[in-house]
């Protein structure tokens, strides 16, 4: 299958190693780009797509928070996006450079916070990145308000690189099908 690449563009005169953010799409799911809810600051860079044939709306998105980034002000932006996405069916997929696994963090308080106050759950408890010599950290994750179609999600034991890639699959049915189908959406870092 060849799907669709989306891109949402860098900003400008940002043409370093570690901008933009892409998400894939299988070319059986028809998607509209949602520009209303795609950032790119110094704070988050996230595209957001609808997917058109599902049986009822299904958002997803791809977030990335720059390690040097105003953590109040990745949750006020994520808190705006939050109000225009749907309050069911939406999946979001990043690098959230905060450790969830980290009780002790300001950083990671402020963004369990505001991933809970905007009724979304973390579907990745276990840690997501590891280096020589350092403790694990939690800071990649996928964030669901559409726990219940959530069939499993996790992490896999494969050192691609310091990051560990995660998944989740998510039972969809698009308007042209009698029974579910499931449609593995993962997220590679």
Do not use: Q
Not at 115 to 131: D, E, G, K, W, Y
Request: contains cysteine.
């Amino acid at each position: 299958s060849s799907g669709i690449n989306a891109e949402w563009p860098l900003r400008p005169g940002d043409k370093h190693k570690g901008t933009g953010v892409a998400i894939y799409v299988h070319d059986s799911l028809n998607v509209d780009v949602l520009e209303n809810v795609n950032y790119s600051t110094p704070d988050i860079e996230c595209i957001f797509v609808k997917i058109t044939n599902a049986s009822k709306p299904l958002i997803y998105g791809v977030v990335y928070r720059p390690p040097n980034g105003d953590i109040d002000k990745f949750a006020e932006t994520f808190d705006k996006i939050s109000n225009a996405l749907p309050k069911e069916g939406v999946h979001i997929m990043g690098d959230f450079n905060a450790d969830l696994l980290d009780i002790k963090s300001n950083k990671a308080s402020t963004l369990e916070n505001t991933i809970l106050n905007n009724c979304f759950f973390p579907t990745i408890s276990t840690a997501t990145h590891r280096r020589p010599n350092c403790k694990a950290t939690c800071i990649d994750n996928i964030l669901t308000n559409d726990i219940e179609n959530t069939s499993l999600s996790g992490t896999i034991d494969d050192r691609i690189g310091d990051h560990i890639p995660i998944f989740e699959l998510t039972n969809v049915t698009t308007a042209n099908e009698s029974k579910k189908k499931k449609v593995p959406t993962a997220t590679l870092h």
